[in-house]
């Protein structure tokens, strides 16, 4: 069986793009591939084009076509202290970035989460605590910037989701309402705002996914 996914994507400043997803499960592992509009707005080409084989948490191995870089990514699950320490290992080929991805869960509602990119000292610290199973904190602390993030999500109705976040370094405010549906697809609208900008306007995005079965 075959899985295809649309996405549209709209941005106040920018011209609307899309993206189509096929996949196809081949034993334990998918393989997919990704056009975006840049494929096709010009006659059929290589452009946008990205080859991938996922083995759900195992490891993902991404192959950009019109720019030959590949990038790999690796997880695994270990236990400290009897509770399960997720690690995730990025590398892209043509950035040269490696990236490690952590997160020890204590239990079903505290999570702690650090993100450390290799040569460059950036790291991110975040705890994350959901409330009743329905409201999620998020503080985060970036230390390269020595500057704390802060974000809380609340679900209504089961598939909608509103969440705010705040940059404390770029003094950015962000709102997003997202819904997860299996009848109705999936869509997310974003607004941002730059509080030190003289001009405060914000900036809207709204994305929608359809997902089939051929």
């Given at each position: 069986?075959?899985k295809?996914t649309l996405?549209?994507?709209?941005?106040?400043?920018?011209v609307?793009?899309?993206?189509?997803?096929f996949?196809?499960?081949?034993?334990?592992?998918?393989?997919?591939?990704?056009?975006t509009d840049a494929?096709?707005v010009?006659g059929p080409?290589?452009?946008?084009?990205?080859?991938s084989?996922d083995k759900?948490g195992?490891?993902?191995?991404?192959y950009n076509?019109?720019k030959?870089?590949?990038?790999?990514q690796f997880?695994?699950?270990?236990?400290v202290?009897?509770?399960?320490l997720?690690?995730?290992?990025i590398h892209?080929?043509?950035?040269?970035?490696?990236?490690?991805d952590?997160a020890?869960?204590?239990?079903?509602?505290?999570?702690?989460s650090?993100?450390y990119?290799?040569g460059s000292?950036?790291?991110?610290?975040?705890?994350?605590y959901?409330?009743g199973?329905?409201?999620?904190?998020e503080?985060s602390y970036?230390?390269?910037k020595?500057?704390?993030?802060?974000?809380?999500s609340?679900k209504v109705?089961?598939?909608?989701l509103?969440?705010?976040?705040?940059q404390?370094?770029?003094?950015?405010?962000?709102?997003d309402?997202s819904r997860?549906?299996k009848v109705?697809?999936?869509?997310?609208i974003s607004?941002t705002?730059n509080l030190a900008?003289?001009?405060?306007?914000p900036?809207?995005?709204a994305?929608s996914?359809?997902n089939?079965?051929?």
């Amino acid at each position: 069986m075959m899985k295809a996914t649309l996405k549209g994507k709209y941005e106040t400043d920018k011209v609307g793009t899309g993206v189509a997803t096929f996949a196809i499960n081949a034993g334990d592992v998918k393989l997919k591939a990704s056009m975006t509009d840049a494929t096709f707005v010009n006659g059929p080409s290589l452009n946008g084009l990205t080859l991938s084989v996922d083995k759900p948490g195992s490891f993902i191995v991404d192959y950009n076509v019109p720019k030959k870089d590949f990038r790999f990514q690796f997880m695994n699950t270990v236990k400290v202290a009897d509770k399960p320490l997720r690690l995730t290992y990025i590398h892209g080929e043509g950035d040269n970035r490696t990236i490690l991805d952590g997160a020890l869960v204590f239990d079903s509602a505290n999570k702690v989460s650090a993100n450390y990119m290799f040569g460059s000292g950036n790291c991110k610290l975040k705890y994350t605590y959901l409330h009743g199973g329905v409201r999620t904190f998020e503080p985060s602390y970036d230390v390269s910037k020595n500057a704390w993030d802060f974000a809380v999500s609340q679900k209504v109705y089961g598939d909608d989701l509103f969440r705010a976040s705040y940059q404390t370094s770029s003094k950015i405010l962000g709102l997003d309402w997202s819904r997860d549906s299996k009848v109705n697809g999936a869509f997310k609208i974003s607004a941002t705002l730059n509080l030190a900008d003289e001009v405060k306007r914000p900036k809207l995005i709204a994305e929608s996914t359809w997902n089939f079965e051929m």
